[in-house]
Every structure is written in structure tokens, then in C-alpha cells.
């Protein structure tokens, strides 16, 4: 059954979703970030995709805030935003997250992304392949990488990838629904596990998604306004399973 992540995007220590990947377009959400940590547990996600956008963005860290989080959560916590050292993904996992996210580190630096593979195991690693257009986008969506999401996801499961995460950026926040053509694409691999994430509206583009081959998505928006319960979720995609 398709795998249910619930996205907490983390700016100046307050729970936001934002359109695009732009802050100037942030919906800040009232509730704190340990509040709706438990609240998605509660509500039966499988796991926590917790980004820090201030370190993605460069401008800061809510470290102190996801260590509690990590402390308190009972489900799986995947952490990602700024993650451009060895040491950094090693602090993430040591801290307790179970699996750590690389995005720009991935692209610049590969010997990097083979290390870790090797020394803590492909289950504990998710490569993002973040595009806009079918092109490659790092550093907080601000840098093109020049290739293709296809290839990069191809460069990945060469090395020993084995999670994927796959972000449609211009769909990210938008409600529009998935990128369901990329996703059945990328989920042509045998051996990558595909995590879906960008325009996820309701309970029915979960279903395409999971038609189209990903191992889970990532919700976000939908989550916070209402348009994805994570119980009904559970209950349509079990009953379809």
C-alpha cells in the first residue's frame, strides 16, 4: 500500500506550506510544530517528512525544534533542508531520524552520497530529485542542475539508491494535482522506490499515484486545508490494496 508521509515545512520555527517553493507565498498553519507532529501520528501517517526550509534557504536552522520532534515521534522521521555536509546527514541520523534527505549534496557531491550509502545503509538515505520542466532544481530550488530527472534518477540507482524521493516543484503547493506522466516514468525502474511529492489535492490523486507505481507520497497542503484525511486515506487505499 501506498506509503503516507506527512510534510512539516519548518521557517522561523512555525509549521508553513508555500506555493512553489517561494516564501513570500507562505501560509503560516497555528498550530506548533510538536502539535502537528503528534496530530498527523493521531491521524495515521506512516512517517514524518520534516524539512527545515531556514537551512535550505541558508538563512538559518530550527535544529533544537525537529531534535524534540525526533524525541517524541513513534513513527519513521525523514529530515531534509540543508543538507550539504557529511557531517550534517551523519548528526541527522545520529539524532534519530531514520532516514535523512539529499538534495544539492547528491548533485555536487556523489563521493559523498556513496559513503553514506555504504556506511549507513540505502534504507537510511532518500536522493531528492526536485525538477521544474523535467530539469533538476538544488539549493532551496534556486540552482539548475542541468539534468534531467530521468537521468538523474537513473545516475542514483546506478549508485545504490535505493529511495527517491521526486518533487514536481511548479505543482508543489499549487493543487493541481501530480505529475502522474514523470511518476510513471520513474517508476519504470525495478529497483528505486518512488516517493511522490508536488499537487497532491485529494484522496483520488493518491490512488493515481499509487496506479502509477510510487511506493508513497508526500502530502502537504492538502493535508492542512482539508483536502487529504489521512484516516480516509488509509481506509480507501487499504480497501483498493
Not at 506527512?6 to 508555500?18: C, E, H, N, Y
Not at 531514520?98 to 534504507?123: C, D, F, H, N
Not at 511522490?196 to 490523486?205: E, M
Request: aromatic share 4%.
Amino acid at each position: 500500500m501506498l506509503g503516507l508521509w506527512a510534510a512539516i515545512d519548518l521557517l522561523s520555527g512555525a509549521v508553513v506550506t508555500l506555493k512553489q517553493g517561494k516564501e513570500a507565498t507562505k501560509t503560516t498553519w497555528g498550530e506548533g510544530a510538536l502539535d502537528v507532529a503528534a496530530r498527523w501520528e493521531r491521524e495515521g501517517a506512516d512517517g514524518l517528512h520534516v524539512i527545515d526550509l531556514d537551512a535550505a534557504f541558508g538563512k538559518g536552522s530550527n535544529r533544537e525544534t525537529i531534535i524534540r520532534m525526533l524525541r517524541k515521534a513513534k513513527l519513521p522521521v525523514e529530515v531534509g533542508g540543508g543538507v550539504r555536509s557529511l557531517s550534517v546527514a551523519e548528526s541527522w541520523l545520529d539524532a534519530g531520524a531514520k532516514r535523512v534527505i539529499l538534495g544539492t549534496l547528491a548533485y555536487e557531491e556523489p563521493e559523498t552520497l556513496s559513503k553514506l550509502l555504504k556506511t549507513r545503509g540505502a534504507e537510511r538515505v532518500v536522493a531528492a530529485s526536485d525538477y521544474v520542466d523535467g530539469k533538476v532544481v538544488t539549493s532551496g530550488w534556486k540552482a539548475r542542475q542541468g539534468v534531467g530527472v530521468l537521468d538523474a534518477a537513473k545516475r542514483f540507482e546506478e549508485a545504490g539508491v535505493v529511495n527517491l524521493l521526486a518533487t514536481a516543484v511548479g505543482r508543489d503547493g499549487m493543487g493541481t494535482g501530480p505529475d502522474l506522466a514523470t511518476m510513471k516514468a520513474l517508476c519504470a525502474s525495478r529497483r528505486l522506490r518512488v516517493i511522490a511529492s508536488g499537487g497532491i489535492r485529494d484522496v483520488d490523486d493518491l490512488k493515481r499515484i499509487e496506479l502509477a507505481g510510487a511506493a508513497g507520497a508526500v502530502i502537504g497542503r492538502a493535508l492542512y486545508d482539508g483536502g487529504v484525511s489521512l484516516r480516509k486515506a488509509r481506509v480507501v487505499l487499504g480497501s483498493e490494496s
